[in-house]
C-alpha cells in the first residue's frame, strides 16, 4: 500500500510539473500578445483624418475587446500561480495602464463614427420620427466623452488627435439647441392634444 501511494504521489508531481510548464509557455506567448496589443494602442497616436472614422472605430472597438480578454487572462494566470504557489507573482500592470492610455483614443473614434452616422438622420430627418429622449441622452454622452479625450490630448501635447475631438465636439454642440427645441415642441404637441 506504502508503495502504490508513492507511486500516485510521484504520478501526481509529475502532471503538476506539467500543467506548471504548459501554463509557463502560455504566459510566454501572452506576453508576447500584450507587447503587440500595448504597440497597437500606442500607434493610435498616428490615426489623425476625420474621413477614416468608420475604419479607426472599428479598430478601438476591436481593441477594447482584445484590451478586456486581456485582463481576464491575467487574472486567470494569476489564480493559477497561487495553485501553484509560484514565489514571484507575476504582474500585469501594463493591461491596467494601457487601458488607461488607451481611453481617449476609444472615446475619440467611438464618438466620432456615431456622429458621423447619426448626423443626417438627426438633423435633417423629421424630428416626429425622432426619439427625441434617445436623441438627448445620445449627444449628452458624445459631448461628455469628446470633452474628457480633448482634455486628455491636450494634456498630452497630442494636438492632431485634439483637433479631430474638438472638431466633433463643436458640431455636437451646434446641434445640441435643435435637441432641445425638438424635445420642446414634442412636448407642446403632446400636451395640446
Known amino acids: 500500500m506504502g508503495h502504490e501511494m508513492v507511486k500516485v504521489e510521484k504520478n501526481l508531481r509529475v502532471l503538476e510539473f506539467k500543467y506548471k510548464q504548459a501554463m509557463e509557455e502560455e504566459q510566454e506567448e501572452f506576453a508576447g500578445e500584450l507587447t503587440t496589443l500595448m504597440d497597437d494602442v500606442e500607434r493610435l497616436k498616428t490615426l489623425t483624418q476625420l474621413s477614416d472614422a468608420p475604419k479607426n472605430a472599428l479598430k478601438v472597438r476591436g481593441l477594447k475587446r482584445q484590451l478586456a480578454e486581456a485582463a481576464e487572462r491575467a487574472q486567470l494566470f494569476t489564480s493559477r500561480e497561487g495553485l501553484f504557489n509560484v514565489a514571484n507573482v507575476t504582474e500585469y500592470d501594463a493591461i491596467q495602464s494601457t487601458t488607461k492610455k488607451f481611453e481617449p483614443f476609444y472615446d475619440l473614434w467611438d464618438c466620432a463614427e456615431r456622429w458621423l452616422t447619426n448626423q443626417e438622420n438627426w438633423t435633417n430627418g423629421p424630428f416626429q420620427e425622432l426619439d427625441s429622449d434617445a436623441v438627448e441622452q ?13 482634455k486628455t490630448f491636450d494634456r498630452l501635447g497630442l494636438s492632431s488627435c ?5 472638431q466633433v465636439r463643436e458640431e455636437v454642440k451646434l446641434f445640441e439647441p435643435k435637441v432641445t427645441l425638438t424635445l420642446t415642441l414634442t412636448l407642446t404637441v403632446n400636451l395640446t392634444l
Not at 445620445?138 to 480633448?150: D, E, F, N, Q, Y
Not at 485634439?162 to 474638438?166: A, E, G, K, W
Open 162 to 166: 485634439n483637433v479631430i475631438s474638438v
Open 138 to 150: 445620445a449627444v449628452g454622452a458624445l459631448l461628455r466623452a469628446l470633452t474628457k479625450s480633448a
